[in-house]
């Protein structure tokens, strides 16, 4: 099979809302008046950002959703998306469940893919993702990065930290029960981007953005943006990890995970664990019934879990107020 | 160096048209009213697009300019971009070269890098540009592949078989003088996008698309979108490779090329080369002075090379007009 039945085959599909797509030199995407569009780019490489035995239907959803969980941060609603594969060769089952899985997390959030490139090469996917953001009295309605204020409450939605826990459980570095695995597994595979409470948060958040290489990190570039300090409550933090409590997999007989790590361990995970794609965000105190009712409106939990302060740096802090140390850093490609 | 200092030191630059560029979740674009956006993706692998040792500088020119291209061949205004980079390791003194040749390019486009992605990884050069299409009385400006009608002009501009004939030099396969490979090596390592002759022949050509994987293949494509056939005067294709006119080199002492490579070797570069990045398009015959004038105020070479048949399917003939078996084929990846 060769380049161009590859594309047909397995990516190419009629054109929905934008102008033009798959096929020609450029895809073509009519903006609506009003409107901004908003783009990000993140590309995975295999052996770095996944296994290359990973679940390819997997692959193909998170690929995808990491993409999605930028847009969301931006509070913009997804239109379309290229995808660029390097591929080191035709393996048609691995395509196909590939982009079933692609395609599938695209079609719930209405994305289309409107072009891209095939290669061959070391197994690698770059996707960009193009969103809309309306603007209103001339005022773009995007959620940034800085605009956090000292006082504002400071968000984080869904869980922490199982992403890290299915890493490490993975590369055998910790060993947690089958079903624990299993589950923690599904975060770090098929993440879910919070594309719902980012359309939600639009006129409520001052500033938010996506978790992606660990909370620590993260707030680090928000606080930065915003020329604002921050402090976090670290055991609320840690008490995210959804595969800490076992009653929620069901398997109470087990016992409870406190047992299997320490506490530091724990809040590794939670802290600066990363693949998480929940959304890290501020809201002004007032609004905490506005942000209570984007949390049901998009069905997505939201945790306060600290607030921002004027002074610059990063406080952590028990769940009695205590000041811990604070020696959780964040993911680097290169360091 | 770490991966915020490397997009720090080497990509961030302040924003000029974009509402918001590097550093946040997305970037953020206002496009004018009335216009389309145009997007396109190409993705470049070290060891099958390009030699892991060429020159970053031009390397950086060259990752731009093939998606520069795509935005050409559909009469799109350059933008902006992403790049999304995949590293083996931090080397400053190459990512210094990568991103001068790179940001060079884009200056003289007035193109905007506002986002992307680095990572650890194979050596893999991913970019997504966005460019601007007008749309006049609700009909969108944009040259599409799928417009040539029987009778059109066929017409391709600059030189084709060049960056193939340096190719085939750098392998091995063939020997040249040093003159003549430098001259070659240019057009395959630092290919002229041209941007400046697409949006000229807006309203003018009835189909376009670029020429990368060989005109043979690329022709094909435009023929089948079409619904049409071509006669195509093959002799005045092979007329183009640049390195086959000595006295455009300044070394005629060193006698033609013609020596060196039989009339078929000749054919194939011209013909199925690949890596060439000039359009391809037809126009109606009564807009012959139109194309000529596009030529004109675009600075670039165009040259009339067969016409658009009713009958589907290539025909290749000879200066004569006498037929010429097709036995040219064009670039597939996975061939």
């Given at each position: 099979?060769?380049?161009?039945?590859?594309?047909?085959?397995?990516?190419?599909?009629p054109v929905r809302r934008a102008a033009l797509g798959v096929g020609d030199d450029c895809a073509l995407l009519l903006p609506r008046p009003g409107t901004q569009i908003a783009i990000s780019?993140?590309?995975?490489?295999?052996?770095?950002?996944?296994?290359?035995?990973?679940?390819?239907?997997?692959?193909?959803?998170?690929?995808?959703?990491?993409?999605?969980?930028?847009?969301?941060?931006?509070?913009?609603?997804?239109?379309?998306?290229?995808?660029?594969?390097?591929?080191?060769?035709?393996?048609?089952?691995?395509?196909?469940?590939?982009?079933?899985?692609?395609?599938?997390?695209?079609?719930?959030?209405?994305?289309?893919?409107?072009?891209?490139?095939?290669?061959?090469?070391?197994?690698?996917?770059?996707?960009?993702?193009?969103?809309?953001?309306?603007?209103?009295?001339?005022?773009?309605?995007?959620?940034?990065?800085?605009?956090?204020?000292?006082?504002?409450?400071?968000?984080?939605s869904g869980t922490l930290g199982d992403a890290r826990l299915a890493l490490d459980a993975l590369l055998g570095n910790l060993h947690v029960p089958d079903a624990v695995l299993a589950a923690a597994r599904l975060r770090?595979?098929?993440?879910?981007?919070?594309?719902?409470?980012?359309?939600?948060?639009?006129?409520?958040?001052?500033?938010?953005?996506?978790?992606?290489?660990?909370?620590?990190?993260?707030?680090?570039?928000?606080?930065?943006?915003?020329?604002?300090?921050?402090?976090?409550?670290?055991?609320?933090?840690?008490?995210?990890?959804?595969?800490?409590?076992?009653?929620?997999?069901?398997?109470?007989?087990?016992?409870?995970?406190?047992?299997?790590?320490?506490?530091?361990?724990?809040?590794?995970?939670?802290?600066?664990?990363?693949?998480?794609?929940?959304?890290?965000?501020?809201?002004?105190?007032?609004?905490?019934?506005?942000?209570?009712?984007?949390?049901?409106?998009?069905?997505?939990?939201?945790?306060?879990?600290?607030?921002?302060?004027?002074?610059?740096?990063?406080?952590?802090?028990?769940?009695?107020?205590?000041?811990?140390?604070?020696?959780?850093?964040?993911?680097?490609?290169?360091?």
């Amino acid at each position: 099979m060769g380049e161009f039945d590859l594309i047909a085959r397995y990516f190419k599909r009629p054109v929905r809302r934008a102008a033009l797509g798959v096929g020609d030199d450029c895809a073509l995407l009519l903006p609506r008046p009003g409107t901004q569009i908003a783009i990000s780019t993140d590309m995975l490489v295999a052996g770095r950002h996944f296994f290359a035995d990973t679940d390819p239907c997997r692959l193909g959803h998170k690929s995808l959703a990491v993409n999605l969980s930028d847009l969301a941060a931006c509070g913009a609603k997804p239109l379309a998306f290229t995808l660029a594969l390097s591929l080191p060769g035709v393996d048609e089952p691995w395509l196909a469940a590939f982009a079933h899985g692609l395609l599938a997390l695209a079609d719930v959030h209405g994305c289309e893919l409107i072009g891209g490139d095939t290669t061959a090469g070391p197994l690698n996917i770059c996707i960009t993702v193009l969103g809309e953001v309306p603007v209103v009295n001339g005022r773009s309605q995007a959620l940034l990065r800085s605009g956090a204020k000292p006082g504002d409450d400071l968000y984080v939605s869904g869980t922490l930290g199982d992403a890290r826990l299915a890493l490490d459980a993975l590369l055998g570095n910790l060993h947690v029960p089958d079903a624990v695995l299993a589950a923690a597994r599904l975060r770090l595979e098929q993440p879910t981007p919070r594309v719902a409470l980012g359309l939600a948060l639009r006129g409520v958040a001052s500033a938010a953005l996506d978790v992606s290489d660990g909370l620590i990190g993260d707030l680090g570039h928000l606080l930065e943006s915003s020329g604002v300090g921050a402090t976090v409550d670290a055991d609320a933090v840690t008490s995210l990890i959804a595969a800490n409590r076992s009653s929620t997999l069901g398997r109470p007989a087990e016992g409870p995970l406190d047992l299997l790590l320490t506490q530091d361990q724990w809040r590794t995970l939670a802290l600066s664990g990363g693949d998480d794609y929940e959304l890290l965000f501020t809201a002004p105190v007032p609004l905490r019934e506005a942000v209570a009712q984007a949390s049901r409106s998009s069905q997505t939990a939201v945790t306060r879990i600290g607030q921002i302060d004027a002074m610059p740096g990063l406080r952590l802090v028990d769940q009695r107020g205590q000041p811990l140390a604070n020696r959780y850093t964040s993911f680097d490609h290169f360091a």
